[in-house]
């Protein structure tokens, strides 16, 4: 699918855009990787790690929609990655969260729409579901665009879907890498905010085989969600620090107990398939095919009960201490 193509990442020299950078030099041969990002640091010492003769580095930011319409210039396939994503930055810079991961979502989707790009996967978060902070609202904002990008498209041919899934296995800013800092300092015991507090884990590289699939698969319209693992934090400070005491601080400010990604609200939206599950779109899209129930790889859903909530914490796969220290190998 993406042999002799051009593919765009925004936000690319992120944890994300790496692992989808390697992965698809490995597989698959594109005309262009176009990696672009507003970090001119990072860009280069990504460069000297992936710098294939089909690379493209171009500086730019999401909030800049004339640099947006120059980098989409030929493009195939966008993998819109850029955001805000840290919840306590969010919190004490609203506008600036605002400007990328909302107007910035509102540009790469005119860009798209203006350069005829096939289709676009954004990354959504778990966040977005039901939200309780700002960073969860500018994502379900962002999903809302690019849901609704596919009717704003018109008689265009450009498809806009999302994906949206939960903590990533040792990403910067995540708690993995932060737990190992502490034992490394030779701390005594690590800092848990609840004892009962779970989240959905999935690994960086089951994170990008998922969008890559998504893209054969995607209609247009889509919030997809994989069915991945939880653990409970009480089980992942074990796994990491076994003799170490827990000290319990309490529920962070825009924090949930339990994460959400399909809410019991959408639950007559949704459609559950073998390794996945569909948010479909709430309107109907004029000169497209509303009927998700089979996606362009012939897989087919069905329709969950009505209240159905699939959350970290009712989820029926959790990970074992031993199995959450196997999956950290990205």
Request: charged share 25%; aromatic share 10%; with cysteine.
């Amino acid at each position: 699918m993406f042999d002799n193509q051009s593919i765009l990442i925004t936000g690319g020299t992120g944890s994300f855009g790496q692992k989808y950078t390697k992965t698809i030099l490995e597989r698959y041969k594109p005309k262009r990787l176009i990696i672009l990002s507003r970090d001119e640091l990072k860009q280069y010492e990504m460069q000297q790690i992936y710098n294939a003769p089909c690379m493209r580095y171009f500086l730019g930011d999401v909030r800049d929609a004339d640099r947006m319409m120059q980098a989409f210039k030929d493009v195939d396939y966008v993998i819109h990655a850029a955001a805000i994503k840290q919840v306590p930055a969010a919190e004490y810079n609203p506008m600036e969260c605002i400007k990328t991961n909302i107007h910035g979502a509102e540009n790469v989707i005119k860009a798209a729409i203006a350069n005829k790009v096939k289709k676009v996967i954004a990354l959504s978060t778990d966040k977005a579901a039901n939200p309780i902070n700002l960073y969860g609202a500018t994502k379900l904002a962002s999903d809302k665009l690019f849901v609704a990008g596919n009717n704003i498209v018109g008689e265009g041919e450009t498809r806009f879907a999302a994906v949206r899934y939960g903590n990533v296995v040792g990403s910067r800013g995540s708690v993995v890498p932060f737990f190992k800092s502490i034992i490394a300092s030779g701390a005594d015991s690590l800092p848990i905010t609840h004892p009962d507090m779970t989240r959905f884990w999935i690994t960086l590289q089951d994170g990008v085989d998922f969008v890559l699939k998504n893209f054969s698969r995607m209609k247009g319209g889509e919030i997809f969600v994989p069915k991945i693992p939880s653990v409970r934090i009480s089980d992942l400070a074990r796994a990491y620090g076994p003799n170490l005491k827990h000290e319990i601080i309490g529920i962070r400010p825009g924090e949930k107990l339990h994460e959400i990604m399909c809410p019991a609200d959408d639950s007559h939206h949704t459609l559950e398939f073998k390794d996945h599950f569909v948010i479909t779109p709430s309107i109907a899209f004029f000169g497209i095919e509303n009927d998700y129930s089979e996606n362009l790889l012939g897989e087919k859903g069905v329709l969950v009960h009505q209240g159905f909530e699939y959350n970290s914490g009712n989820n029926p796969n959790f990970l074992s201490e031993v199995q959450i220290k196997s999956l950290d190998r990205d």
